[in-house]
């Protein structure tokens, strides 16, 4: 059983913030950067079937929550780390990152804000 990233762009806030479709833009970006794919599900399923497994199950998890959910933590503590790897990398300033870091800050503030996390997929594949 695995569980990847396939779509990182659906991670956003409702209503929809311009400042976190950008960072979500930035993660993306540096990770690509550095040889990663965010949206590396997409490719997973057929890679294990050229390995010799047969694929039992794919499902799609997109968790939507609101900030009294203990879940909120994920994206919370990503966001703290992530802005400090973007100001090493030279990808935003420390001004841009504040800004960001508040953005995220005023939306955790208020409880009807919803966070939609990054769609993640749920590969159940067994060895043929």
């Known amino acids: 059983m695995l569980y990847?990233?396939?779509?990182?762009?659906?991670?956003q806030f409702?209503?929809?913030?311009?400042?976190?479709?950008?960072?979500?833009?930035?993660?993306m970006e540096s990770w690509r950067a550095a040889g990663g794919e965010p949206d590396i599900g997409l490719d997973l399923p057929r890679w294990l079937?050229?390995?010799?497994?047969?694929?039992?199950?794919?499902?799609?998890?997109?968790?939507?929550?609101t900030p009294k959910s203990y879940t909120w933590q994920w994206p919370k503590a990503f966001e703290q780390v992530g802005l400090d790897r973007m100001i090493d990398l030279g990808l935003v300033t420390r001004a841009r990152a504040r800004t960001m870091a508040d953005e995220f800050a005023a939306r955790e503030a208020d409880p009807h804000t919803l966070v939609i996390n990054p769609a993640v997929l749920e590969i159940i594949a067994v060895r043929r």
């Open 4 to 11: 990847e990233y396939f779509d990182y762009s659906t991670w």
């Open 14 to 27: 409702a209503p929809r913030s311009l400042v976190m479709e950008e960072f979500v833009r930035l993660v």
């Open 49 to 65: 079937e050229e390995l010799g497994f047969d694929l039992k199950g794919l499902h799609p998890i997109i968790d939507i929550v």
